[in-house]
C-alpha cells in the first residue's frame, strides 16, 4: 500500500513539474514574442520619425501606421501618429486617432491638449475648449505644472475677446494658441521620446 501511495505522490510531483516546466516555457516564448513585437515596433516608429525628418510624409504616414497596427493597445505610437496629422494639417484624422488614445489612456493629459489644438484649427472651438479644461484638471491632478501651465495658455487663446467668433479655417487659427502648440516638435510625449531615441 505505501509503494502504490509512493507512485500516486511521485506521479504527482513528477506531472506538477512537468506542468510548471510547460508553464515556464510558454512565459518564455510569450515573453521573447513580446519582445520581438516591442522591438519590430520602435524600429517602425525610428524609421517613420526618420522619413518626416527627410520630408517623406507618405512613407512616415505608412510607416507610422504600421507601428499602430502591429501593437493597437500602445497609445504612444497612435500618438505619434495623431501629432504627424497635426503637422500635415490633416486635424480630422488626428482627432480620430486622438479619440482613440484617449479611449486607451482616459488620463492622459497631452492627448486632450493636442485634442484642443487639433480641434481648434479645424474649426470646432467648442471642442477646443473642452479639451483644453480637461487637459488643465488632468495636469493639475498630476501635478504637471509645466503642461499645466501650456493648457491654461491654451486656454487662454482659446477664450481670448481677440478671436470671439470662434477659430476657422478661414481666419489665422494659429495666432489663438501659443506659440509651441503647433510646433516642430512632433512628440513631446517624454516617454515615448525616450523610447524613440533608445533605439
Not at 497631452?110 to 470646432?124: H, I, Q
Not at 488632468?138 to 475677446?161: H, T, Y
Request: charged share 25%.
Amino acid at each position: 500500500m505505501r509503494k502504490i501511495i509512493g507512485f500516486i505522490l511521485a506521479g504527482i510531483f513528477l506531472y506538477g513539474c512537468s506542468a510548471n516546466d510547460k508553464a515556464s516555457a510558454m512565459k518564455q516564448e510569450t515573453d521573447s514574442r513580446m519582445s520581438a513585437l516591442e522591438q519590430t515596433k520602435q524600429k517602425l516608429l525610428k524609421a517613420g520619425m526618420e522619413y518626416l525628418n527627410q520630408g517623406k510624409i507618405p512613407e512616415a504616414i505608412k510607416t507610422l501606421n504600421q507601428a499602430v497596427l502591429l501593437d493597437p493597445r500602445d497609445a504612444s505610437t497612435s500618438f505619434v501618429l495623431a501629432q504627424t496629422y497635426m503637422h500635415l494639417k490633416r486635424y480630422e484624422s488626428a482627432l480620430g486617432i486622438l479619440d482613440n488614445v484617449i479611449k486607451m489612456e482616459p488620463n492622459n493629459g497631452e492627448a486632450y491638449y493636442f485634442k484642443s489644438v487639433a480641434s481648434g484649427l479645424s474649426g470646432n472651438k467648442q471642442h477646443a475648449l473642452e479639451a483644453a479644461k480637461k487637459s488643465i484638471a488632468i495636469f493639475q491632478e498630476k501635478r504637471d505644472e509645466k503642461n499645466f501651465k501650456k493648457a491654461v495658455v491654451l486656454l487662454q487663446g482659446l477664450s481670448s475677446a481677440n478671436n470671439p467668433a470662434g477659430l476657422s479655417s478661414n481666419a489665422n487659427p494659429k495666432r489663438a494658441f501659443p506659440k509651441d502648440a503647433v510646433s516642430a516638435n512632433i512628440s513631446p510625449n517624454s516617454a515615448m521620446n525616450d523610447s524613440a531615441r533608445k533605439n
